[in-house]
C-alpha cells in the first residue's frame, strides 16, 4: 500500500519539505516526484507557476498499524509522542515502541488498554496481507518488566505445585502472557501446565505431573476422630432453654420470713393459737422508761 501527499512552493526543495511535513515522516524515509518545476514570473508581475512534488513511501503492514496508532494517539491529545518501529528478521512480525510524553496511562491496568491497542493494530496490519503479521507494542519497557514477572510468578507456583499436590489457578490473560507462563513452568522437574477457559475467561492452571494428589484432612489434637465435641451427647446450650420451672416456695418467702429461727420453743401442752404470746420476731426487747 502507498501512502502519499504532495506539496507546493517557490523551490523544489521547499515543495519537497510540505509533501513530508503533511505525511509525518522524515524527507530522508520518503521518495520523491517531481510534478511541476517552479516557472518565474515574467517582469516579476505576470504568469509564473510554483513548484509541484509528490512525496510517497510503499506502506507494509508494520508502517499501516503505526499510522492507525498515530491516529488514536493523537485523538487522547498525546500529539508529541513517537512511535519506533522494529522489525523482525524474518518479517513475520514488528514491535511498536511508543515514547514521549505522558504515556504511561496508555498502559491501563496490568497493561489491559495497551493490549487492546494492540490488537486494533494487529487487525489494521493484517487488513490485506496473506500471512499473519504478528504486531507488539510497548511502552516505556513494560512488556519486559512484565514478563520478568510472569516468568517469577510460573516459577512460584510450579514449586508450590509440586510440594502441595495441588492445582493452582491464575487469573485470565492474554495468549502471549500465557505462553511465558506456560515456557516458565516447564523449567521445573515435575511441574506441568495447561489452559483453561475461553476466550476472555482463559487462564492458566498450574498443577503436578500425573494429577492432583489427594491429602487427607488433619484431626486436631486432643479430640477423637469421629465423635461430638461435647462428650455424653449433651447439646451445647444455645441460649434458648424456655421458661425456667418454678423454684421452691421457700425461695420466694420474704427474706425475713427465711431467716425466722426454727428452734423456737413449743407452746405449752393444751395451748391453742389464740393463746400464743405475743413475742416479737426477733425477742423480747426490754425497754427501760425514759428519765
Not at 501527499?5 to 524515509?29: N, Y
Not at 508450590?160 to 516458565?184: F, Q, W
Request: proline share 7%.
Amino acid at each position: 500500500m502507498r501512502k502519499e501527499a504532495i506539496g507546493t512552493g517557490d523551490t523544489v526543495e521547499e515543495a519537497r519539505a510540505k509533501a513530508c511535513q503533511e505525511l509525518g515522516m522524515d524527507p530522508d524515509e520518503a521518495e520523491f516526484e517531481i510534478l511541476q518545476m517552479p516557472v518565474r514570473k515574467t517582469l516579476g508581475l505576470f504568469g509564473g507557476s510554483p513548484a509541484k512534488v509528490r512525496a510517497y513511501v510503499e506502506e507494509g503492514p508494520a508502517e499501516k498499524a503505526a499510522s492507525y496508532l498515530g491516529s488514536i494517539l493523537k485523538h487522547l491529545g498525546l500529539d508529541d509522542v513517537q512511535i519506533d518501529i522494529q522489525k523482525e528478521e524474518n518479517n513475520s512480525g514488528a514491535m511498536l515502541s511508543i515514547t514521549g510524553g505522558d504515556v504511561g496511562f496508555v498502559i491501563g491496568h496490568r497493561g489491559e488498554t495497551l493490549d487492546a491497542l494492540q490488537y486494533l493494530a494487529g487487525l489494521v496490519a493484517n487488513q490485506s496481507e496473506d500471512a499473519y503479521f504478528r504486531i507488539t507494542l510497548d511502552i516505556g519497557n513494560y512488556r519486559e518488566k512484565r514478563r520478568e514477572t510472569l516468568e517469577a510468578l510460573g516459577k512460584k507456583l510450579a514449586a508450590k505445585a509440586v510440594k502441595t499436590g495441588r492445582n493452582n489457578s491464575l487469573e485470565p490473560m492474554n495468549p502471549y502472557e500465557r505462553r511465558i507462563i506456560h515456557t516458565a513452568v516447564q523449567q521445573i522437574e515435575g511441574a506441568t501446565s495447561w489452559s483453561e477457559g475461553k476466550d476472555q475467561a482463559c487462564h492458566v492452571v498450574v498443577g503436578p505431573e500425573g494429577g492432583e494428589k489427594y491429602q487427607p484432612r488433619r484431626q486436631q489434637s486432643g479430640r477423637p476422630s469421629g465423635k461430638r465435641p461435647y462428650g455424653g451427647g449433651h447439646r451445647p446450650y444455645s441460649g434458648n432453654r424456655g421458661p425456667r420451672p418454678q423454684q421452691k416456695n421457700n425461695a420466694r418467702r420474704p427474706y425475713e420470713e427465711q431467716k425466722r429461727p426454727q428452734t423456737q420453743a413449743s407452746p405449752a401442752a393444751g395451748a391453742t393459737a389464740e393463746s400464743k404470746p405475743d413475742v416479737p420476731l426477733y425477742g423480747r426487747i426490754n425497754r427501760t422508761p425514759q428519765q
